[in-house]
């Protein structure tokens, strides 16, 4: 979930104000993260019983993090392809995780503290979503603001470059504004800028889920050879 929003993040932004599609035009470009996601959380279970849940989760992981670092590279010009196939490639690799990870957090507690444990995944999600978006929005926020507060031409009173370098939307704003050549010349350093601060988010973003396809394997594969183990190895112990 922190990778996942913090690219839809970048991703609306970059297809309007980069691309320059209409919002309704960027929501349909938006539509096959959506249908990766419903494929991939149906055949999820499918998937679960052939090949277990550290398989899954690793490969689900790898995949998002080739689809998150290859978003990161998006250009200027011409990237509405790119982003969007990535993108789709984000939304599968993570849509199975998403879609297991309840059962597996509710499956490692007894009965009686299913309840808790699903609250507690439940929670972990959310809190996944909002620190994508605090955290990789901040990022390329903080790198956005240095690129416009050093490319903006020293003519330019303060007050005005303080609302260039807020965000793309007040900078594009505020280039429809001004003369031609001049719009023309900021509206190219913001989206430069934005793209600079995409990539540099999505890439922390990448990372993070490159860390996840070593990691989640191997504590999932220690949880699945230790703890179903125990109650049979009880009941053998009694029985004997």
Do not use: K, W
Request: hydrophobic share 55%.
């Amino acid at each position: 979930m922190f990778s996942l929003v913090g690219v839809m993040l970048y991703n609306a932004q970059y297809l309007q104000l980069v691309v320059g599609l209409s919002a309704l035009v960027a929501a349909v470009a938006m539509l096959p993260v959506m249908l990766a996601v419903g494929a991939m959380a149906v055949v999820a279970s499918v998937l679960v019983r052939r090949l277990g849940h550290p398989v899954v989760f690793g490969a689900g992981a790898a995949v998002a993090a080739v689809g998150m670092l290859a978003f990161s590279r998006v250009p200027i010009d011409d990237g509405l392809v790119l982003s969007v196939t990535a993108s789709a490639f984000i939304g599968a690799g993570i849509a199975p995780m998403m879609t297991l990870a309840t059962d597996v957090v509710v499956g490692s507690v007894q009965p009686a503290r299913s309840g808790a444990a699903s609250a507690l995944s439940e929670t972990a999600s959310e809190l996944g979503a909002a620190l994508g978006i605090a955290v990789l929005g901040s990022i390329g926020t903080v790198l956005y603001r240095s690129r416009m507060i050093d490319g903006v031409p020293a003519d330019v009173p303060a007050e005005a470059t303080e609302t260039l370098s807020s965000s793309l939307g007040a900078a594009l704003g505020m280039a429809e504004q001004l003369p031609d050549e001049i719009a023309a010349h900021l509206g190219d350093l913001a989206r430069s800028a934005f793209v600079d601060g995409l990539s540099l988010g999505t890439s922390v973003g990448g990372c993070i889920l490159l860390a996840a396809a070593i990691v989640c394997p191997l504590l999932l594969h220690r949880g699945e050879t230790h703890t179903p183990c125990a109650p049979d190895l009880a009941r053998d112990s009694s029985d004997a």
